[in-house]
Nanobody, 124 residues
Framework: QVQLVESGGGLVQAGGSLRLSCAAS????????MGWFRQAPGKEREFVGR???????NYADSVKGRFTISRDNAKNTVYLQMNSLKPEDTAVYYC??????????????????WGQGTQVTVSS
C-alpha cells in the first residue's frame, strides 16, 4: 500500500509561483509513474501532468510552459513547480501513483493511489 502526502499549497497572487511536493511511502517509488491532477470548484478533476519512471514528462495544454514536474527517487518525492500562475489555476491539487505505466496517463482511472490534495488559490 502506497501513501501519498501533498504539501506546498497556499494563496498566491497572479503571476506568482508555488512548488508543490508529494511524499510517497509504503512502496517502491522509483517504479511508479507519478501524476498530478487538479479539481476546481464545480468542475471535474483534470489531468495536469505526469512523470514517467525514466523522467519523461507530459503536460496538459493549459499548463504547458508554466508548470514543471520533477522527481527525486532518493527522497521518494515528486514536485510540481508552478510559475506564472493564473486565477484559473485555482484548485485542489492531487498527486497520484500508477504502478503499471498505463498508456492512458491522462485518465484518473490509470492511477491506483491518491493523496489527500492541497489547495492552491491564485488571486487576481
Amino acid at each position: 500500500q502506497v501513501q501519498l502526502v501533498e504539501s506546498g499549497g497556499g494563496l498566491v497572487q497572479a503571476g506568482g509561483s508555488l512548488r508543490l511536493s508529494c511524499a510517497a511511502s509504503g512502496g517502491t517509488f522509483s517504479s511508479y509513474v507519478m501524476g498530478w491532477f487538479r479539481q476546481a470548484p464545480g468542475k471535474e478533476r483534470e489531468f495536469v501532468g505526469r512523470i514517467s519512471r525514466s523522467g519523461g514528462r507530459n503536460y496538459a495544454d493549459s499548463v504547458k510552459g508554466r508548470f514543471t514536474i520533477s522527481r527525486d527517487n532518493a527522497k521518494n518525492t515528486v514536485y510540481l513547480q508552478m510559475n506564472s500562475l493564473k486565477p484559473e489555476d485555482t484548485a485542489v491539487y492531487y498527486c497520484a501513483a500508477d504502478r503499471l505505466n498505463r498508456v492512458n496517463y491522462f485518465s484518473q482511472g490509470s492511477y491506483e493511489y491518491w493523496g489527500q490534495g492541497t489547495q492552491v488559490t491564485v488571486s487576481s
